[in-house]
């Protein structure tokens, strides 16, 4: 049983391609379970690369960062064949605290582009909410707390509040767990998921572009988590440019 988890389209070619890769080895009846966050089509395409050479294939894309890694917590989105999947099973019960079977290969990628969409969106809503209340003078933490006790609470407050403050105060958080060029990549793959099957993400759009920004102004490397601060501290900064410019 072979596990891979890698970054990106190109990252799997690299890893599984050519004649260093591991396709190039003897691969009839091992099975793959790859994890990572890509197009649909690309873990449909590298399981028939693998099933033409006697090889097994489950996706599984995982919610949940590097503590839950740690503690068998994740939420794994698989695809692939009913008697893959019963193969992979007791090695996924290790790493995920549930696992949801969609359907044949692709379909987890599709859950896991749409699973991560509303988080990385819910990052930049979160530092426009923090513009509308930063001058109360509130301290972060407690902006944080009151906010996962309403309707407009997400559960990544309860489980990363502390990391989220922080990036409020505009300090950068460690350890990084996923940075914001990783989010920046998988907001790209969503948009061009989306123009393949005809329709477009508006809202995603729009959040890219901050994060490209962001990125710009040197957060790539920073968590995921530092975008509620980045917004916020981005609007305090014009804000007060505009009043010295009066």
């Not at 994890?35 to 033409?52: D, F, G, H, W, Y």
């Not at 019960?93 to 859950?111: F, M, N, T």
């Not at 001058?135 to 906010?147: A, N, T």
Request: net charge negative; glycine share 12%.
């Amino acid at each position: 049983m072979i596990i891979t988890c890698l970054l990106d389209a190109s990252a799997l070619e690299a890893v599984f391609g050519g004649d260093q890769g591991i396709l190039a080895a003897e691969v009839n009846g091992k099975l793959f379970i790859e994890m990572s966050t890509v197009q649909p089509k690309t873990q449909r395409a590298l399981a028939e690369r693998i099933a033409a050479i006697g090889g097994g294939y489950v996706e599984c894309p995982v919610s949940g960062a590097t503590g839950p890694a740690r503690e068998g917590r994740l939420i794994g989105l698989v695809g692939g064949s009913p008697d893959d999947v019963a193969r992979a099973r007791p090695v996924l019960e290790q790493l995920c605290r549930r696992i949801e079977h969609a359907g044949p290969v692709g379909s987890g990628a599709s859950l896991k582009l749409a699973v991560n969409l509303p988080l990385v969106v819910y990052y930049q809503a979160l530092g426009e909410a923090y513009s509308l209340c930063r001058h109360l003078g509130i301290e972060p933490e407690r902006i944080v707390d009151l906010f996962s006790d309403t309707s407009g609470g997400a559960n990544i407050l309860k489980t990363r509040g502390a990391m989220i403050a922080k990036g409020m105060r505009g300090d950068d958080p460690q350890p990084v767990t996923f940075d914001v060029d990783s989010f920046r990549k998988d907001l790209r793959t969503m948009l061009v998921e989306g123009e393949e099957r005809g329709f477009s993400l508006p809202v995603t759009e729009r959040a890219l572009s901050v994060y490209d920004e962001a990125s710009q102004q040197g957060w790539g490397a920073r968590d995921g988590t530092s975008l509620a601060g980045y917004w916020s501290s981005r609007s305090a900064d014009r804000s007060l440019e505009e009043r010295q410019n009066d």
